[in-house]
Nanobody
Framework: VQLQASGGGLVQAGGSLRLSCAAS????????MGWFRQAPGKEREFVAA????????SYADSVKGRFTISRDNAKNTVDLQMNSLKPEDTAVYYC???????????????????WGQGTQVTVSS
């Protein structure tokens, strides 16, 4: 599975961005998908996750109510809609996939097998 993240950029505080992750190479058994982020000097952290069929989602407390994860399995894409952005949301955002996940979702880094290259999100104050 190859993952390609896009949609990052520079936005003012309070603005919005929509990240997209395109998956190629198939995802046998169904892939749970997640978004993580890494700010300079900090560890990579969980942002949001979604189960294979989109029936379950989970968010970090810091983004709950502002970010929305969604997926389109027909297009092999997973999106992260980010609203009311704050300067502390500045980071490189990574999408990740875990195959054979069934109806589960995962919020820890080690749970994911495949990672995209990351896309930079910068929020100015």
């Amino acid at each position: 599975v190859q993952l390609q993240a896009s949609g990052g950029g520079l936005v003012q505080a309070g603005g919005s961005l929509r990240l997209s992750c395109a998956a190629s190479g198939g995802c046998i058994g169904g892939c749970a998908m997640g978004w993580f982020r890494q700010a300079p000097g900090k560890e990579r952290e969980f942002v949001a996750a979604i189960s294979w069929n989109g029936g379950r989602t989970s968010y970090a407390d810091s983004v709950k109510g502002r970010f929305t994860i969604s997926r389109d399995n027909a297009k092999n894409t997973v999106d992260l809609q980010m609203n009311s952005l704050k300067p502390e949301d500045t980071a490189v955002y990574y999408c990740a996939a875990r195959p054979y996940s069934g109806a589960n979702l995962y919020i820890t880094l080690p749970a994911y097998k495949y990672w995209g290259q990351g896309t930079q999100v910068t929020v100015s104050s």
